[in-house]
């Protein structure tokens, strides 16, 4: 019996230990496929990683709103001599007008011939607030001149200067390195379409303390130096196709993009035109945001070029998108400058903008 109560025991340990031993290989195997799937994935990333063609050069830019955009209300001297607004609490600020007594209107002359031809009878206006369809009625008031008036302050279009981003091999362009929004209201513009111009620097208001600095310069707006079309004003840039390539890059070289997380505290370089001709000028990547809620601000950057310094004292408005590179790869964007302290900014990664 004792010889036999030693075999159960002697077998019960090899089964714990062959148990013991399973466990122990099945975890080794797991962790080797675990290895073996990030190293999989770490593959498939590097040889997913984008190659694009780097901008730097000067953009006109030409955006038209999907409606009529309405900045404000107003209010008019009536024949009698009465103040009024009849718009007011009716239309609010960021409306989009798009149709006037179900007839579409696009600009803001349409919508100003309708309230002209209204003869003081009701308005039925269909507004997209904030992604939602309503109807809204408004009665426009004859003036002291006898003109009708709705007292409504809309726009329809909006123009600038900006930098391009990138091109990538298929002509999709980025640039600015975030959205274009209202000058009066802030609120980012829903564009019904756009279109790039060829632009040219003529001179740079150095940027100061306090006083930030611009590129000025010349958009031609004709059919023959138009090079692209605008299709997506999002918070991370404008986004469209290319037309005139050779207009917009003058670096004819591939370029491989970064993961927002192999960007680098230290020297890097920005691109951009300040006179005349797109160069590389030297900055610090003095911060990395990588779990900021602003996406426009996940880097901030310092101008430490002697040249652009005294060309623009640093960073200006209309370098927005300008490309900036560290370790011959395209990391992010310039977005914005510190209105304070114009030697530094902030920029967006190319991720992001990528993603978008």
Known sequence: MNVRKKYRRFVCSLLLFSVFALVLCGTAVFQNMTLADRQV??????????????????IGIYLETDGVFVVDTGTITAEDGSICCPAENIV???????AVNGESVNTKE????????SEGETLVMDVDRQGEQIRLKVVPVKDAEGEYKAGIWVRNDTQGIGTLTYVDEDGYFGALGHGI?????????????????????????KGESGS????????HYSAGYRIGTIEENSQNGIFGRVTGFSLTIEDQTLYETALRQEAELGAATIRCTVDGSCQEYGVE????????????????????????????????????????????????????????????GYGIFIENMLNS
């Open 285 to 344: 990547i003095k911060e990395i945001r990588l779990n900021g809620s602003d996406v426009n601000k996940g880097m901030v950057i310092e101008v430490t070029d002697p040249a652009l310094l005294a060309k623009a004292g640093g960073i200006v408005q209309g370098m927005s998108g300008s490309p900036i590179l560290q370790n011959g790869r395209l990391i992010g964007a310039v977005t914005h400058v510190f209105v304070n302290d114009p030697t530094k």
């Open 212 to 219: 930030p600095g611009e590129l000025s310069g010349i958009i």
């Open 92 to 98: 609010q600020t960021g409306d989009y007008i798009q």
């Open 41 to 58: 994935e770490s593959s498939a990333s590097v040889a997913e990683r984008k190659k694009v063609y780097v901008g730097g050069t000067p």
């Open 181 to 205: 929004s209202d000058v009066d209201t802030a609120e980012l513009l829903n564009i019904q379409n756009g279109t790039l111009y060829d632009a040219e620097i003529v001179s740079v208001v």
């Open 110 to 117: 349409e919508l100003i011939a309708c309230i002209l031809e």
